[in-house]
């Protein structure tokens, strides 16, 4: 089945700090990835997108790329900084006659000055 | 008003309540989705609406009843709900490129819905 699994949280850092947040996924065909941000009070929001393997999305200075051999798209920023606290949610889109996305669990992240 | 509203942003209701979640996209999209967001759970799709039709019902209790008039406008009407059913509420839309691609979904902010 379809299924995307990503690491569960909270993960704090200090502002300037590198960020890793790990998405795998399972997929039958050939899937988009995602990611997508909510921040407190408000919906989910786009942050980035790949549509096919090695492709890398990038936003914000965030960054993922689609690795098919690993079936991986782990999100990377080199430097955070506090107003990027939010819940960051892992996503795969899949085409089975209809058109579903399923998403992961979602990563809390908090920044701290 | 652009993007993706919902009303209201906030909703107390008992348990023999009946009350309406509406949702208005100004994108021109043709697919629209609900969404419940509950605390430390994946977000779970509980419709799909693709040109006004219903495409996916994820055996969601019958106490929720979804109705799409246009491909703008989105309802979920709500009665006899249980404390359980608190939860964010969410609302999007997307524009299904037809080449077998899946498109960006755009969010509304919410309705917080509790149940007493």
């Known amino acids: 089945g379809n299924s995307v699994t990503q690491m569960e949280g909270p993960v704090t850092l200090s502002e300037e700090a590198f960020l890793t947040i790990n998405c795998t996924y399972t997929?039958?065909?050939?899937?988009?990835l995602f990611w997508y941000v909510q921040y407190p009070g408000e919906g989910l929001q786009l942050l980035l997108k790949?549509?096919?393997?090695?492709d890398k999305g990038s936003n914000k200075g965030f960054e993922a790329t689609y690795r098919k051999e690993t079936t991986s798209f782990h999100l990377e920023k080199g430097s955070v900084q506090v107003s990027d606290s939010a819940v960051y949610f892992c996503a795969l889109g899949v085409n089975t006659g209809g058109f579903k996305t399923i998403f992961g669990a979602g990563t809390r992240l908090f920044v701290k000055a | 008003e652009t993007g993706v509203t919902q009303t209201p942003r906030h909703l107390v209701m008992g348990m023999t309540n009946k009350k309406s979640l509406k949702c208005e996209q100004h994108l021109g999209h043709n697919a629209m989705y609900w969404y419940k967001q509950s605390a430390k759970k994946p977000l779970e799709l509980m419709f799909v609406y693709s040109l006004e039709e219903r495409v996916e019902n994820n055996s969601v209790p019958s106490r929720f009843s979804p109705e799409c008039p246009n491909s703008s406008h989105l309802f979920l009407h709500l009665h006899t709900l249980q404390p359980e059913d608190s939860a964010l509420y969410l609302c999007a839309s997307s524009h299904p490129t037809g080449q077998g691609i899946v498109d960006t979904q755009y969010f509304g902010p919410g309705t917080r819905l509790t149940v007493l």
């Open positions: 997929a039958t065909g050939y899937p988009s």
């Open positions: 790949a549509t096919k393997a090695d």
